[in-house]
């Protein structure tokens, strides 16, 4: 399973764009990007998955560069309600093994 | 159900007693997932049931730890003897063979 590496930490204020890189260096070909989000006390909560380019939803985007080997979440205009931990996972679903999930990412954003 | 049901929301046992946890994962899901969350720490994987294939138990930490999940739908996770280290919030994830998991608020286990 291609591993994943993301900083342990970053602070933001309200307002900031937040942008949070992951390395994964040896992404297989039918490797997804996913990224999730965990506040206290809950499961983690799915924000977005790509591919390859770029993926936008509502809550988030999501830029992979042509070679895959990293990948950057960005959360525009964050709030208070934004600190969380954010998780980065490599993974091919067709492939009959779990999602691995490292530290991830712990996001503080204070006003 | 609209998600994914686990039980109890809370345990405290002694030292050496067996528990059972239980999820109850999205009507349809074919692919079951356990992990547990130490505090502070990121999730650990622990046991993965897709539809009728062997389970994947290559994350189970010991022989206490068991699962087994019913007619494809309702899974049960054991730790039998346990001890004070297996506290921890285990948490139950589903999804229909896609890595877009829906977890539970999870089990929150307390060895005393």
């Known amino acids: 399973l291609a591993k994943t590496t993301q900083p342990i930490s970053m602070d933001s204020y309200e307002g900031q764009e937040v942008n949070i890189t992951c390395s994964h260096n040896n992404i297989a070909t039918n490797d997804y990007i996913t990224w999730y989000q965990q506040f206290p006390s809950q499961g983690p909560r799915f924000i977005i998955q790509?591919?390859?380019t770029k993926v936008t939803n509502e809550v988030a985007s999501l830029f992979i560069p042509a070679d895959r080997k990293s990948s950057t979440l960005s959360l525009p205009r964050v709030s208070l309600s934004d600190t969380a931990v954010y998780y980065c996972l490599v993974g091919d679903s067709q492939a009959g093994t779990a999602l691995i999930f490292g530290k991830g990412t712990t996001l503080s954003v204070s006003s | 159900g609209a998600g994914v049901s686990q039980s109890p929301s809370n345990k405290v046992t002694e030292k050496g007693k067996d528990v059972e946890l239980r999820c109850d994962p999205i009507?349809?899901?074919?692919?079951l997932y356990w992990y547990r969350q130490s505090l502070g720490q990121g999730l650990e994987f622990l046991i993965y049931f897709q539809g009728n294939s062997a389970p994947d138990k290559s994350g189970l930490p010991s022989d206490r730890f068991s699962a087994e999940r019913t007619g494809g739908s309702v899974s049960t996770l054991t730790i039998q003897r346990t001890q004070q280290e297996d506290s921890a919030v285990y948490l139950c994830a589903s999804t229909q063979q896609t890595n877009r998991y829906t977890f539970g608020s999870g089990t929150r286990l307390t060895v005393v």
């Open positions: 009507s349809g899901h074919t692919a």
């Open positions: 790509g591919y390859k």
